[in-house]
């Protein structure tokens, strides 16, 4: 049986890639906000560099990493990314790994209400109820008023947000757009602000740090690689769904390893927003929303929100890869 019909196997390995990002994700909390944001960042971003040669086509130059056909989208993208990847990482820095994983699941729900607004796309009341369950969970979650709200919270919504922007984007851009050039611009943004911001303060990680700074970006690239073959040996409807397994991880290393503890409301939020993500999946998939080349997200720290399951390449593979948030994806 070729890989190409072998979706068994490729649900595994996606299962196999969103465990080891959720190692990559323990990383960031280990560190408990030692090294800076951006300095983690930025080595996360030089890490992401090894999946370039993966990307990469045959008849691709690696000149396309900065070449587009919308230069104003691309830019946005560039932005998008390098704020995203902060984000992240200030979100699972700042809050228990499961309440941050349980709010960067909206993804979808964000995805869906910019594609209304920006791309004039025809949502159904089956996609408003799932964005109204999501939200109704974040809410439960936060409970608001209740309980006091940190920057931590503030950074997952504007890291959802951000990866929603940059997979309406890559609709918007279509499928011409090479997947090199819409990585690059990702991977160009998280380098470049997060290199300006090192410049006025570089911290020296102990060797301890390093250890885990390193954990971060080698899992990550290797969790971006195992997403992308899984999604040759799979449909990508049947890829997207196990990033929810993101969840026992994040309860199983929060109580392992950082205390933290989940109430009976917390975990009811949490499961209305798996079910709003799951509903929004699902309906995609029904309705056949055409995505673009999809593209492995130079953050690893958020979930996948939209794939794309893309026709064979020149070199004779298929291209169909997964994008994560804070691009994530």
């Not at 799932?130 to 309980?147: M, Q």
Request: contains cysteine; positive net charge.
């Amino acid at each position: 049986m070729s890989s190409i019909h072998s979706p068994l196997r490729g649900v595994v390995v996606a299962f196999v890639a969103y465990a080891v990002f959720a190692f990559s994700d323990a990383s960031i909390k280990i560190l408990h906000g030692a090294i800076p944001p951006y300095q983690v960042a930025f080595i996360g971003a030089i890490f992401g560099l090894v999946v370039l040669p993966v990307i990469k086509a045959r008849n691709d130059s690696w000149l396309d990493i900065a070449r587009t056909s919308n230069r104003t989208l691309w830019m946005l993208r560039f932005i998008c990314g390098a704020i995203g990847a902060l984000a992240s990482i200030i979100t699972f820095t700042k809050l228990p790994m499961a309440e941050a994983f349980c709010l960067l699941f909206l993804l979808p729900s964000f995805v869906t209400i910019l594609s209304v607004i920006f791309l004039k796309e025809d949502v159904r009341w089956q996609r408003w109820t799932a964005v109204i369950i999501g939200f109704i969970g974040v809410l439960i979650v936060l409970r608001p008023g209740f309980r006091e709200l940190s920057v931590g919270h503030l950074a997952a919504a504007i890291g959802g947000l951000s990866a929603a922007i940059s997979i309406v984007i890559l609709r918007a851009m279509g499928p011409a757009e090479k997947r090199l050039s819409l990585y690059g611009a990702g991977l160009l943004g998280t380098l470049t602000l997060s290199g300006l911001l090192m410049v006025s303060n570089v911290v020296v990680p102990t060797p301890r740090e390093w250890l885990f700074i390193a954990s971060y970006g080698i899992l990550g690239a290797i969790g971006n690689v195992l997403l992308m073959t899984a999604a040759r040996f799979a449909p990508a409807s049947l890829v997207a769904p196990p990033q929810y397994s993101q969840m026992i991880w994040a309860i199983a290393f929060g109580y392992l390893l950082f205390d933290d503890t989940i109430d009976l409301p917390m975990a009811a939020g949490i499961v209305l927003i798996i079910c709003s993500g799951l509903l929004t999946l699902a309906r995609e998939r029904k309705r056949g929303t055409p995505l673009p080349a999809a593209v492995v997200s130079v953050d690893s720290q958020a979930p996948v929100s939209a794939t794309a399951e893309l026709p064979e390449t020149a070199s004779g593979g298929f291209a169909s890869t997964q994008i994560r948030p804070s691009d994530v994806f």
